[in-house]
């Protein structure tokens, strides 16, 4: 199968996040097929990561997820592009991984087999499968970890981290026509929003700059009923570590709300390798869930700006590249001496 046909073959079959189990075996028979050894892990009853080794001394690492965000997109393709949910996001990557290590696999030195592979479940929703395989007995023998999100073919040197959490009001509630004998708990929601979004959260020079979304908003009963309750959810992308930006936040709250952390993970530096074009990127990825998989360098093929769109597209081109990119970063690598 080309690289291309492995692609559409991933992106064919859904794999919304929770429901990973069929591509999860579908990759295992496929490499399998190709003479790897694969071990599933379980993670849930029906979610299995999957990994995948040529020998006993597996050094380099190629990794990243196999959830997609909903809803699933069936796969097209014209002469320049393949469309479809998980182009980009991240089975276009699975793909191009698997065939950068096969071109590996082929060489006649031995040190290129020291290789493996590791794709995991739920990236999408908490990284479920990451925190799993991070106590994997093969952690061990991973020195680097080519982890894969699209960065267009960019070597990501760091990569912010994302706080979510909620903030809850709660008030009185009261006909609206007599206002005086209750108290908004909408009203009150929007001022502490209005406060968070004129605050100054603190900066990374390195990182660039701590962002947040007011990505969802919900409460209050009727129109002609003052809300007893309002909820709002929050990502701030992180440049820095939690602490400061969670004292900013626990500032301006005060008492006037309460605030649930639903998680957090802290911004990541990179590996850097002369040679590749490098960039902070702005996402999150499995890679702070997995301190034990050696260090982490992050490269893939697609841009995020399409990812969970239904526009989700990869670039053939750019999926050619990535092989390269993959093979050549690897080779780097593994020419590196062998950690004692
Ligand atoms: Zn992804």
Sequence with gaps: MNLFELTKALMAIPSTSGEEEAVGFWLRDYLESLGWTVQLQAVSENQNNVIATLNDTPRVWFSTHMDTVPPFIPPTEDDEKIYGRGACDAKGIIAAQICAANILKNYVDPSYKDI????????????????????????????????????????????????????????????SAYPEEGDSAIEKLIDILDDIRNAKFPNDEFFGETTVNIGTIGGGLALNIIPPKAEAGLAIRLTTKREPVEKVLREIVGDRAEIEVLSCSEPVRMLEIDGF????????????????????????????????????????????????LYVDLAKQLLAKPANA
């Excluded at 592979?117 to 395989?133: C, I, M, P, Q």
């Excluded at 267009?152 to 706080?163: Q, V």
């Excluded at 490269?299 to 989700?312: F, R, Y």
Aim: proline share 6%; glycine share 8%.
């Design 116 to 175: 493996g592979l590791l794709y995991t479940v739920e990236e999408e929703r908490a990284s479920t499968g990451a925190k799993v395989v991070n106590n994997h007995p093969l952690a061990t023998k991973c020195e680097y970890m080519i982890n894969g999100e699209p960065t267009d073919n960019d070597l990501a040197t760091g990569s912010k981290g994302t706080f979510r959490l909620n903030i809850r009001t709660s008030g009185r509630a009261a006909h």
């Design 277 to 324: 074009n490098q960039k902070v990127v702005r996402f999150t990825t499995d890679i702070p869930h997995m301190p034990n998989w050696g260090q982490p360098l992050l490269l893939g093929p697609g841009s995020i700006l399409v990812a969970h769109t239904k526009d989700e597209f990869i670039l053939k081109k750019d999926l050619e590249e990535a092989v390269e």
